[in-house]
T-cell receptor, first 116, second 112 residues
Framework: AQKVTQAQTEISVVEKEDVTLDCVYE???????LFWYKQPPSGELVFLIR??????QNEISGRYSWNFQKSTSSFNFTITASQVVDSAVYFC?????????????FGRGTSLIVHP | DARVTQTPRHKVTEMGQEVTMRCQPI?????VFWYRQTMMQGLELLAY????????DSGMPKDRFSAEMPDATLATLKIQPSEPRDSAVYFC??????????FGPGTRLTVL
């Protein structure tokens, strides 16, 4: 069985602060994908990143960075110099990458509020 | 810019009525998922299809919900009869095999 835990229900920061959203997962699969999605107030979930379990290299995209650590089963997401437009609910998700089950498991989400 | 489309965007209906939600996945995608989102339960997977074949609908109340994919460009989710507890936002998402999903804008359903 798969499980994704996002322990932070809500985070509130002031603009320009750095913020890290935590994601811890459990799986018995040897190969899997990890994802982050953003759900802004408009409601539509937007894909941000996919990471293969074989690839533990950290990734940076502008102000966003992701830290994947297999040893601690974590895939954390950091926003540097946060902006009001970053206010959203962020979901971490996990799915197998082989084996025939395509069902992803989503965390409960972390609501990020960035104050001006 | 390819997108998943969903209709209707909003639906208000009375208890007992039939509700049909439609989804057009992105052309070329072979997986389609239906989710329900509520504050209490978060994001719940209701059903999913691969190459139009239903693979899992264990998250769906069978007595009143049904999901179909009559062709590659259309997925439907029906509730009959609807109940107030079905009030939620219903999302459709499509993707390719194990890869990331692309979500539609959702259908906000209110059952009075």
């Amino acid at each position: 069985a798969q499980k994704v835990t996002q322990a932070q229900t809500e985070i509130s920061v002031v603009e320009k602060e750095d913020v890290t959203l935590d994601c811890v997962y459990e799986t018995r699969d040897t190969t899997y994908y990890l994802f982050w999605y953003k759900q802004p107030p408009s409601g539509e979930l937007v894909f941000l990143i996919r990471r293969n379990s074989f690839d533990e290299q950290n990734e940076i995209s502008g102000r966003y960075s992701w830290n994947f650590q297999k040893s601690t089963s974590s895939f954390n997401f950091t926003i540097t110099a946060s902006q009001v437009v970053d206010s959203a609910v962020y979901f971490c998700a996990l799915s197998p990458s082989a084996g025939g089950s395509y069902i992803p498991t989503f965390g409960r989400g972390t609501s990020l509020i960035v104050h001006p | 810019d390819a997108r998943v489309t969903q209709t209707p965007r909003h639906k208000v209906t009375e208890m007992g009525q039939e509700v049909t939600m439609r989804c057009q996945p992105i052309l070329g995608h072979n997986t389609v998922f239906w989710y329900r989102q509520t504050m209490m339960q978060g994001l719940e997977l209701l059903a999913y299809f691969r190459n139009r074949a239903p693979l899992d609908d264990s998250g769906m109340p069978k007595d009143r919900f049904s999901a179909e994919m009559p062709d590659a460009t259309l997925a439907t989710l029906k509730i009959q009869p609807s109940e107030p507890r079905d009030s939620a936002v219903y999302f459709c998402a499509s993707g390719v095999d194990y890869n990331e999903q692309f979500f539609g804008p959702g259908t906000r359903l209110t059952v009075l």
